[in-house]
């Protein structure tokens, strides 16, 4: 009970904290006086009165948290904080917004899914435009790990929060001898990224204010926008290109950029098996579905078709949800291997969703090994990643994690399908939610939003986004009775 009660002290301290967020779309409110200023003031009042009331309570304990604490306080942050986000949603959307839909608009930001309840976002106030991004941008890098860099300062260990926080299988990986040292370079790499990205996509031809809510959300890849055309509206080749670049930039593990910055060298990225299948993969997507447009004819000409494909797939593969037009009219198959690609294309580390790539090429690994064991059995047959050996219970663990992967799809899919969604709309709604992608297919496909779904497939989805951005075994585990026996 002591330990349950010490993760709710520092749920406490992350929500005061969380509370501190809603202080910059309250001052572009009160700058602008768009109408939403009494919106962020009862969603600052709400947090800071409950994360308060729940410290004085929970003060007295401060007893040394467990790796099965790290993972029950990592499922209260993303799962109890969208809660508090919806506060200002609710507020200003009142009555037209129920709880259910705000609670998804929360979590779809904080997990950075970037799909969407709401619309008509051109006329809606740019302060909530800009809380929406900004959920999106505080959710990739992961709020619990600026929490590890500010914590410890507040006598609260980090090192088991950020191991089950951690994307990827290879959690025990150190970039820095101390996790506060670490959590404090991912965001200072998270931070000169976003910097640059602004001024970017301003010079791009962006107004600031578009620019700092796409920054927002392209370095989160949720894709998030303040207009209901998302990229359409911006209908520009140049403004495509530099989100092309900063969606890449993001889709790559952190811990990358953090050692190419310390080293002040390329040479972590060339070694990195990681970015090269990555980069190979969707590039090669990007020309291939180029060249299948525009012999569907769907483009006049393969410049046109490399356009819209270049920023579509990027987009999704990188699981931004970023739509510069309506994919969904394309012919099937290209649409299908997009949401294939946002399964297991970014790296692990990224802001990005799905299984990894590294958990990819690790499963293609495992698959080979049993074809050549097949062939020789007697061959003694290891599995790499670059030069590194891989140990058989990170395989394993791996084989397991895609095997939980396919039944959670196929369990939602059969859920949503059975109350009363196309198999398609059904299929693709889990498989943008879970891979934390944003937009789907027919129904929920871009050039819609996810209002058209029931109050209980609207949870049902908004259960997949907080498993997927927490790789499925984090929450799992907490929902298991055996977590909960002493």
Known sequence: MSNALSVLRVFALILLIFSGTMLLPLAV???NQDGAQHAYDDGIIVSLASGALLWFATRRHREELKVRDGFLLVVLVWAGL????TVPLLVYFWPRLSFTDAYFEAVSGLTTTGATVLEGLDALPYSINLWRAELVWLGGMGLIVLAVAILPLLGVGG????????PGPMKDAKLTPRMAETAKGLWLVYFLISAACLP????????WGDALIH???????????????????????????VTIFFMTLAGMNFATHFLALRNRSFSPYRFEPEVRWFLFVMYASVLGIAWYLWEMRVYPDFWTALRYSAFNVVSIATTTGYANTDYNLWPIFAPLWMLFLCSFTTCSGSTGGGIKMVRAILLYKQVHRELLRAMHPNAVHQTKLGAEMVENKIVFAVLAFGFIYMVSIVSMTLML????????????????????????LNQVGPATTFAVLSDFQTWVCSFAMLLGRLEIFTLLVVLTPAFWRK
């Open 159 to 166: 090192r088991q929060i950020f191991k089950a926080e951690a």
């Open 29 to 31: 409110a009160w700058i």
């Open 417 to 440: 399908s059975a109350s009363g969604l196309d198999i398609v709309t059904a299929f693709s709604a889990v498989v943008a939610c879970i891979n934390n992608t944003g937009p789907g």
């Open 215 to 241: 920054t927002f959300t392209v370095m989160g890849l949720g894709g998030f926008s303040s207009h209901d055309a998302s990229f359409g509206f911006f209908d520009s080749a140049t403004v495509e290109a």
């Open 82 to 85: 969208p809660a508090f986000a």
């Open 200 to 207: 970017a996509l301003a010079w791009a031809g962006m107004g």
